[in-house]
């Protein structure tokens, strides 16, 4: 069970504490006021402006609902759409959550401290929404789940804590998708995600990030995997951003638990992105991925990993590629710590700019220059993530795809 | 047809190809012969268009263009091809796709690839981890569906098994329309006076001298070019007496 004052309590303590690494933020820029949007039916997601149905569309979201098992749509402060279609999968609001249902408790802030920084605490005092997605035991999901999480108010600051809950034996995709609207300029995104993956349970959790070019964002996900589950999350980010920072932590706790975590990152100059993932492995049988791909334009791209063995046999590599096409900076901190005998771990981390060999090899084939580079660099972004639902790579290689135009 | 003339070419400060002459006509394979460092490959790479090989004077025209400064890619739109002897590694690009941009998205992958016993690469990155009897047959492939004009062919046989040595020798033949290949009942000087392929052919061992026959054969000794009719011939008298001696006996009849 949980006590909201209590929470409050610590929150309110942490109202003005800095993060542990990124740029520090002056909350009082942003309002949290709630902003009133209408709930929308099916027929009226639709029928939404051509030019919004693109963006969604771009982060994974396809408002047709065709091939997704549920939907969660959140425009600033308030959700304007949440239904499942498919048996054994839940998605609640989290407000509703937490008024109607005791067993939240058994999951709110559990994993993520609310006093962590400034921004759990906000998430805490000025909760807006969220949303929180479960799959009953043994239920699999044949589509994935989607969420949007959309900004249309300039100045707003959107805090919002999501729960994400794979019982025992069962399997769920899940694609978020974060975009602004386009004639947004600024805003803050504060999102708290906490995951629990029971045993045998299998999650994959593609988040595609589309905001507009001075936003703020601060993602704080942990994330708890029992013995012989997986959690697979992929994070994708092709557009710019004023400053993304962000440290997700996930627990393997159980035997045979698996973590694979992939990034996409570009760069685009006045951008700032400070990402990298935290893998905590406690039990033999454990396995740890991290693969990072940064490509830099002009930005600058911080990449960290952590990787931390605490038990024999277990296994973990960590692999950071970054490409500079057109100035700006890419930082590589990898990490591996070893608490015990009889792990395995490594990493590789390679930093460097496209080789004129590659290009020169692509031209005696008959490309252009520009031709050359936009295959190289497509080829350096499009990373093997197996376990990923066909529907879901799709929208990972559309988001590529669409970002070329981009890059050159 | 290909001419060179009077070329001289640097790479990093340094002179690699002086007083290069060099006529490739219509139809006609030449095979390079040289020992190690004699600048076979960079008179390629020249032809290619590799910038770091720079062009100090003298000439390349190809089908009666000057493309002595040409970018690679204009020569490649041209009809110049070339099969690597270590080619990059592209991380993510699937061989399926680095053959189709090769064809312009006109080829049947598969059916090409199944003809050089190179399906089950399709779908690796190119070149990634390839043996060096994989890179050839990947590099034939590749020209397969590019089907140039001129083709340079850099150590096609090394690195390749006895199994493969006759596949790719034979995809090579065909390629330069050599050899009966393709030629339809048509009599030997018809195919001959219809063969519009050029071949421009780097061996160490003349093993490809098996499949493919060739016009005429080429010596590159110190950075200069030296040629004959028979280039079996030269292969015998390189093994009897070296490169050294061969070239002096070369110019001297000529």
């Known amino acids: ?408 | 047809m290909l001419i060179i003339e009077d070329l001289r070419v640097e790479l990093a400060d340094r002179i690699i190809l002086e007083h290069i002459d060099l006529e490739i006509k219509q139809g006609e394979t030449h095979m390079l012969f040289g020992p190690n460092g004699s600048g076979k490959t960079s008179l390629l790479m020249t032809i290619m268009g590799y910038p770091q090989y720079k062009v100090l004077s003298g000439k390349i025209m190809f089908k009666g263009e000057d493309i002595t400064y040409k970018p690679i890619n204009e020569r490649a739109q041209l009809g110049i091809g070339m099969s690597y002897q270590r080619p990059p590694t592209i991380h993510g690009l699937k061989t399926r796709q680095m053959v189709s941009l090769c064809g312009k998205g006109k080829v049947n992958e598969e059916e090409l690839a199944g003809r050089i016993n190179f399906k089950g690469f399709l779908d690796r990155d190119i070149n990634a981890g390839f043996s060096g009897g994989e890179i050839k047959r990947s590099e034939l492939l590749q020209l397969m569906a590019q089907n140039p004009d001129l083709m340079l062919f850099d150590e096609p046989e090394s690195g390749v098994d006895m199994e493969n040595m006759s596949l790719v020798g034979k995809t090579i033949a065909a390629l330069l329309q050599r050899n009966g290949f393709s030629n339809e009942g048509k009599s030997k000087l018809q195919t001959k006076r219809e063969r519009e392929k050029m071949g421009l052919i780097i061996t160490h061992t003349g093993y490809i001298l098996d499949y493919v026959t060739a016009d005429k054969g080429q010596v590159l000794f110190e950075g200069r070019l030296s040629s004959v009719e028979n280039p079996r011939e030269i292969l015998k008298c390189v093994g009897e007496s070296g490169y050294e001696e061969c070239v002096k006996c070369m110019t001297g009849c000529n």
């Not at chain 1, 979201?61 to 498919?86: A, L, M, N, P, S």
């Not at chain 1, 300039?154 to 998708?177: C, D, F, K, P, Y």
């Not at chain 1, 693969?291 to 600058?300: C, D, E, T, W």
């Not at chain 1, 190289?376 to 590529?400: H, N, T």
């Open chain 1, 1 to 408: 069970m949980y006590d909201r004052m209590q929470l409050k309590e610590k929150a309110e303590k942490a109202r003005d504490k800095k993060a542990a690494i990124g740029p520090d933020i002056d909350l009082n820029e942003y309002t949290t006021a709630p902003v009133q949007h209408a709930y929308m039916a099916d027929d009226e997601l639709c029928h939404m402006p051509e030019q919004e149905q693109h963006l969604l569309s771009m982060t994974g979201i396809d408002v047709t609902k065709k091939e997704r098992g549920g939907t969660y749509f959140q425009k600033d402060t308030q959700v304007i759409h949440c239904h499942t279609r498919q048996d054994g999968i839940e998605v609640i609001p989290i407000t509703k959550a937490l008024e109607k249902y005791d067993w939240i408790g058994e999951y709110y802030w559990k994993l993520a401290s609310v006093d962590t920084d400034k921004y759990t605490a906000a998430a805490e005092l000025d909760l807006h929404d969220g949303y929180v997605i479960r799959a009953l035991p043994g239920s699999k999901s044949i589509y994935p789940v989607q969420a949007c999480l959309y900004l249309d108010k300039e100045g707003l600051q959107q805090n919002v804590h999501n729960i994400i809950i794979a019982e025992e034996g069962s399997e769920l995709h899940i694609i978020t998708g974060c975009a602004s609207s386009p004639h947004m300029k600024t805003g803050l995104h504060v999102g708290v995600s906490e995951f629990f993956i029971k045993k045998n349970a299998r999650v994959s959790f593609t988040m595609i990030h589309n905001f507009a070019e001075k936003m703020v964002v601060r993602p704080r996900s942990v994330a708890r995997v029992e013995e012989g589950g997986l959690f697979l999350n992929n994070y994708i980010c092709m557009k710019p951003v004023k400053s993304l920072q962000m440290y997700p932590t996930t627990y393997l706790v159980g035997r045979d638990a698996v973590a694979r975590f992939y990034s996409i990152i570009v760069g685009s100059p006045g951008s700032e992105y400070d990402l990298g993932s935290r893998i905590f492995l406690k039990e033999p049988g454990c396995r740890a991925e991290i693969i990072a791909r940064s490509i830099s334009n002009g930005g600058n791209v911080m990449n960290r990993g952590h990787l931390i063995g605490d038990a024999p046999d277990i296994k973990a590599h960590l692999e950071c590629r970054g490409l500079l096409i057109n100035g700006g900076i890419i930082d590589a901190i990898p990490e591996l710590t070893a608490h015990v005998e009889g792990v395995e771990m490594s990493h590789e981390a390679a930093v460097g700019k496209i080789a004129q060999e590659e290009i020169a090899y692509l031209m005696s084939r008959g490309l252009s220059q520009d031709e050359a580079t936009a295959v190289i660099v497509r080829g350096f972004l499009s990373v093997d993530i197996p376990g990923l639902p066909p529907q879901l790579k799709a929208e990972i290689d559309k988001a590529i795809e669409e970002s070329d135009k981009d890059v050159m």
